[in-house]
């Protein structure tokens, strides 16, 4: 009896999709309000036009942590999945988004910086409307306990000692979802999406998911260390861009080199970005590359071997992004985004 109801169930899961697929598109918010930062918010109406796209062009709002793992095993995910991701826990994820996505009966992911809710900062939730997420749909994943920018080491610390005080971070926090929500977290998503070779080899170390914050789709063989989102905000959240990024392919490239993940301004050009581009449902003719200035690069090819000239740009976090549309859908693009942090040009570490 029991097996029937699953089969039942199963079968019109799969029938809500006409296709299967081998990617999925997952979408980070921080604040839902319009008195917040817009480089992190999306007002409450832009969230609205977002979740009321997705219903009307039929997507499937599925827990991120399961499409990771049918991704990953190789199994199919239905056609025009997407997983809707919150980092910080701030209010007005409770306020504002859950209402609406509990409408839809959409199901999300809450990446939580225990201290700051333990500290019972204004902005952030409390642990009672963290259950209260749990109890609607939610998913909780670890954001670190100080949402420290991780990948830097402190001033006179040893590699010895970065390692032990950010995995203490990671591992604090997760001890701190466990005790107040009974969460035992599978899925980490880095403080300012900063990730380096050594900070993902903690993560990965620790036994979880590396979540960032580069753009591009998810797709069969993806970077479990390194899971692209797209960021939303207000001020570069309008619709089509929105409809860009949720219908965007994962584009597959190997072999990458990237130089050093962390390199300092002025010294930049001498780097390059370098993968090989396999064949696909795209014309790689017209892949593009830009930075996150909106500047064009320049490519070379050698065969399936791309080559693109890094900018001379300033510090901060600085990402290419390459896309290239597809020959057979329409207005769909595979994506590709690569991430450097670029410290100031006397050797210290940008601010915030
Ligand atoms: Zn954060």
């Not at 029938?15 to 007002?43: E, G």
């Not at 809450?110 to 209260?132: C, E, H, K, P």
Request: with cysteine; aromatic share 10%; charged share 20%.
């Amino acid at each position: 009896m029991k097996n029937s109801v699953m089969a039942v169930a199963l079968i019109l899961f799969w029938s809500a999709s006409l296709h299967a697929a081998d990617h999925a598109v997952v979408l980070l918010y921080h604040h839902v309000s319009d008195k917040t930062p817009a480089s992190t918010s999306v007002t409450p109406a832009v969230f609205r036009r977002h979740l009321d796209y997705l219903e009307s062009e039929g997507f499937i709002v599925l827990p991120l942590s399961r499409v990771l793992k049918a991704l990953e095993d190789g199994r199919p995910v239905p056609d025009r999945t997407v997983s809707i991701t919150f980092d910080d826990a701030y209010r007005s994820v409770v306020d504002q988004a859950l209402p609406m996505l509990k409408q839809r009966k959409y199901p999300f992911t809450v990446f939580v910086n225990t201290d700051a809710i333990d500290r019972q900062y204004r902005s952030y939730m409390g642990w009672d409307d963290l259950r209260r997420l749990l109890d609607n749909g939610a998913e909780i994943g670890n954001h670190s306990h100080t949402h420290a920018h991780l990948a830097r080491r402190l001033e006179g610390e040893t590699e010895q000692q970065w390692r032990a005080r950010v995995e203490q971070d990671i591992e604090f926090a997760g001890r701190r979802l466990l005790k107040k929500l009974g969460v035992q977290a599978h899925m980490f998503a880095y403080p300012y999406g900063e990730h380096t070779a050594e900070l993902r080899e903690i993560v990965d170390g620790l036994g979880y998911m590396g979540i960032a914050q580069q753009s591009g789709a998810v797709g069969y063989g993806f970077n479990r260390l390194a899971v692209p989102r797209f960021p939303m905000a207000t001020n570069h959240a309008d619709m089509d861009r929105f409809a860009v990024s949720v219908n965007s392919r994962p584009l597959p490239v190997i072999d990458v080199a990237s130089g050093p993940a962390v390199q300092v301004a002025g010294e930049t050009s001498q780097y390059q970005l370098a993968f090989t581009l396999l064949a696909g449902d795209y014309h790689s003719s017209s892949l593009s590359c830009y930075s996150s200035d909106g500047e064009k690069l320049e490519l070379r090819r050698e065969g399936d071997r791309i080559s693109v000239g890094l900018p001379d740009w300033g510090s901060g976090r600085q990402k290419i992004n390459c896309t290239a549309p597809s020959l057979t859908e329409n207005g769909e693009y595979y994506w590709y985004s690569h991430l450097w942090l670029i410290k100031e040009p006397d050797g210290n570490w940008y601010t915030e």
